[in-house]
């Protein structure tokens, strides 16, 4: 496969419905709707868990994270392009499995052609692990829009000039949403020495066919694993 698979996927919402009482159907639109409020992101995956588990067959990668007892399966299926977490399929988010990326470090080109990495360059022998695409929200200055990244985006490196390069915007203009794509690479995964960094830029459209501003490519993350 030499092309990208991604493709989008959407969540299509649940309909509740009954025939009970009104009293108790109320009671569990309640309960209904509590459990809605709390489903989990990625954002409170990566702030809140850590990773115990990583598998990857063929074009499905399969992370478990833990928080104590708490455990939650995240699968990026990169036939079809869906991301879901406990079977939950997360509505704008697309995982792609480029095989033109495989064996490569550093990568720094672009359909858009070639531009300079703003980080540290990271240390040969990463493995590229997949592209993952979204968006972000409308953030109020160069500041929160790192600071929103840092919640999704693996990486170090995630300050007011990360965000000033990828959107082009000034450090205190306001940030519109934008779209993001983002390349994974990693060494020594699940050992004590496993790495991770990220290749990211955003874009105005869906499409990714009108960049904002500049990649960015992040610092190697030191990833620890439960208990080390």
Request: hydrophobic letters at 35%; glycine letters at 8%.
């Amino acid at each position: 496969m030499n092309k990208k698979t991604g493709i989008a996927v959407f969540a299509a919402a649940a309909l509740f419905t009954s025939s009970v009482a009104p009293s108790l159907s109320f009671a569990a639109e309640k309960v209904e709707s509590t459990q809605v409020q709390e489903a989990l992101s990625i954002e409170d995956l990566n702030t809140n868990y850590q990773v115990s588990d990583v598998n990857t067959d063929g074009l499905i990668r399969t992370v478990t994270y833990e928080n104590g007892s708490d455990k939650h399966t995240v699968i990026y299926n990169g036939l079809n392009g869906s991301v879901t977490i406990d079977t939950q399929v997360q509505e704008d988010l697309v995982y792609d499995y480029d095989t033109t990326k495989e064996n490569t470090v550093n990568n720094t080109s672009t359909s858009q052609g070639t531009f300079t990495t703003m980080a540290a360059k990271p240390k040969s022998g990463y493995k590229y692990v997949g592209t993952l695409s979204g968006h972000t929200k409308e953030a109020k200055n160069a500041a929160d829009l790192a600071g929103k990244l840092s919640l999704i985006i693996p990486g170090l490196g995630w300050g007011a000039k990360a965000a000033i390069i990828l959107s082009g915007y000034a450090i205190n203009q306001r940030v519109p949403a934008a779209y993001y794509t983002y390349d994974l690479y990693e060494k020594g995964a699940m050992t004590t020495n496993w790495y991770q960094y990220s290749t990211t830029r955003l874009y105005k459209d869906k499409a990714h066919k009108k960049p904002m501003g500049k990649a960015w490519t992040s610092s190697p993350q030191h990833i620890y694993l439960p208990n080390s």
